[in-house]
């Protein structure tokens, strides 16, 4: 009799002795509560969360819009259209980044001359484009296109195939840079005058 009751005093501390190493080891893991969702204290994540939010908030992942208190030239068209140059900026890589305004001077719709596009067959496949746009350093003799990507598409707004009476469009154009020693070129687009604009 007293060795039946001696082995059940072994499994009870037996058991005993597992229930409190698995009470510890889910202790120290965190452990999750019954909704699944994880016994670590929430506010410790607060502030990473908020980080991360704040971090969110300094990065500008929209469109590039141009800044429209800026005129360089301002470009007209026979058919009412105007282009408003507002800058022409060097950018870390050697790029020269022009953005500017569409306008639709017209109280008219107006459509994008096709001409734009450029005339190389490759551009033209990809559709509506300001890939026609050149850049003329005059001082080195030097003509520069709309860059490429790897699939050919223009690095260049796309898709502005009208513009409504009075509306205007956005657009960007980025290109090789001209050496540092440029600091004016003169922009072309088929059908509309040339103009001079400052690189800044």
Sequence with gaps: ???WHGAQARR???VALAAVALTVSLTACGG???DGKSGADPSSSAPAAEKSKGEDQGKDDGPTVPDTSKTLATINGSNGLQLVIH???????GFLTVTGT????SSSGQSVPIQWNGSE???RQTGRSLAGMTLVDKAEKKRYYVLRDTDGYPLTTTGISRVDGKGNESFFAQFPAPPSSTSQVDLQL???PTATIEIS
Aim: aromatic letters at 0%; hydrophobic letters at 35%; a negative charge.
């Design 12 to 14: 009870r501390t037996a």
């Design 121 to 123: 067959t490759q551009v």
């Design 102 to 105: 569409i306008k639709n001077t």
């Design 190 to 192: 088929p059908l509309m």
């Design 87 to 93: 800058t022409a900026a060097r950018d870390d890589g």
């Design 32 to 34: 999750t509560d019954d």
């Design 1 to 3: 009799m007293s060795v």
